[in-house]
């Protein structure tokens, strides 16, 4: 899949828009996890096909950085490992039960502005939510050894056709 660059903007002519409703749909029997959608991980599966997996389960973990881990996105049984050229990793399949049973975590002792920066770093290890934070540039999973210089909060979408 490539990688397209907008430079000032596109006004992409489509006639209407979108209804600004929101509609219940079931859960879809297979879900695919592409570790290509993880940019900066080198990822490796900690799952076997067959495996039972609940809802925040690991699926993959990087290899350079062994807290990093990717979640289930849903509950059921790993169906598949794809593998490309080189055994490169494509994706894992998980084969939906309906049930979206849940892992358990660890809940916030009290107020979060009383954590320190390794109890918040090491609560988001352990409840796979690191790779939601990225660092500039590229668009990369940060580091969690690395302190930022800034910390940005991408509060608004404002990519074409994107809900309001």
């Known amino acids: ?18 209804r ?12 695919g996890i592409q570790p ?4 900066g991980l080198k990822l490796r599966p900690v799952v ?5 997996v609940k809802v925040g389960s690991p699926l993959l973990e990087d290899k ?17 490992i794809n593998r490309g050229e080189k055994r490169a990793l494509l994706s894992v399949v998980v084969e ?12 916030i002792p009290g107020l979060p502005s009383h954590l320190s920066r390794e109890d918040v770093i090491r609560i988001l290890l352990h409840g796979n939510l690191w790779p939601v934070i990225r660092q500039r540039p590229f668009s990369k999973v940060a580091d969690p050894h690395d302190t930022p210089k800034s910390i940005f909060i991408h509060a608004m979408n404002t990519e074409p056709l994107a809900p309001d």
Do not use: H, Y
């Open 1 to 18: 899949m490539g990688t397209f660059t907008l430079r000032k903007g596109r006004n992409i002519r489509i006639k209407g828009a979108a």
């Open 20 to 31: 600004k409703e929101i509609v219940q749909l079931p859960l879809p029997k297979q879900i």
């Open 36 to 39: 290509s959608d993880f940019k």
């Open 48 to 52: 076997k096909i067959g495996d039972r």
């Open 64 to 80: 350079i950085r062994p807290g990093i881990r990717i979640a289930s996105p849903a509950s059921g049984t790993v169906a598949a």
């Open 96 to 107: 939906t039960d309906g049930k979206q049973e849940q892992e358990a975590f660890e809940k």
